[in-house]
């Protein structure tokens, strides 16, 4: 297994018409082909190829007030990407 390099993170709440406005932005950008994230001064920017994977998973994780559900979205390209397929949103 190959080492793991963060090269950006962000994690902050938002309201779902917040989630719904930013993930539109990322879909126009990545429609573009190019993705620029920026937070605090913090600055990265990403060429994205036309081929991709897409990770969908759900999960639940028991916390100590409880379970918290997450969706994780992940797209993958470069180096040892398999292809995968099937997906569909209902």
């Known amino acids: 297994m190959g080492r793991e390099t963060t090269l ?12 719904c406005a930013f993930l539109r932005a990322l879909a126009d950008r990545l429609e573009a082909g190019a993705i620029t994230l920026q937070k605090d001064g913090e600055e990265l920017s990403l060429e994205v190829p ?17 379970i918290q559900h997450s969706l994780e979205v992940e797209l ?3 180096a040892g990407i398999g292809s995968a397929g099937g997906l569909k949103l209902g």
């Open 8 to 19: 950006f993170s962000s994690e902050e709440r938002k309201d779902r018409a917040g989630v």
């Open 50 to 66: 036309e081929q991709l994977i897409l990770e969908i998973k759900a999960e639940d994780e028991e916390k100590s007030g409880g």
């Open 76 to 78: 993958k390209w470069g």
